[in-house]
């Protein structure tokens, strides 16, 4: 099940820092933090070949994300900052009511 940040906020759960959720610029179009994740595998997985460890192949979004979680964040952090550049907005939340819940 995908949770979105409205639904977290409603059921008092803490959200990751890292939590984002777009909308495009026509607000046709929404993705959750885990349709950008896989976006950003997709495109790790399609600009980079498998990598062969003791003749087994790795995805290069799997190996990154489990050998490097640091440089993984780095980069999807990256990735979303250009699909915003690009025309997709994150979605704001009233950020009185995401503290007074959260507290």
Request: glycine letters at 4%.
């Amino acid at each position: 099940m995908i949770i979105t940040k409205q639904m977290a906020i409603d059921a008092n759960l803490e959200l990751p820092l890292d939590f984002y959720e777009l909308v495009s610029d026509d607000g046709e179009t929404f993705l959750t933090h885990r349709d950008i994740e896989d976006m950003y595998n997709d495109m790790l997985d399609e600009c980079y070949p498998d990598l062969m460890i003791a003749g087994f192949a790795y995805c290069t979004s799997r190996a990154l994300k489990d050998c490097d979680p640091i440089a993984y964040d780095c980069g999807f952090s990256e990735y979303i900052s250009h699909l915003i550049e690009d025309g997709w907005e994150e979605i704001e939340i009233a950020k009185e009511e995401t503290e007074s819940k959260a507290a």
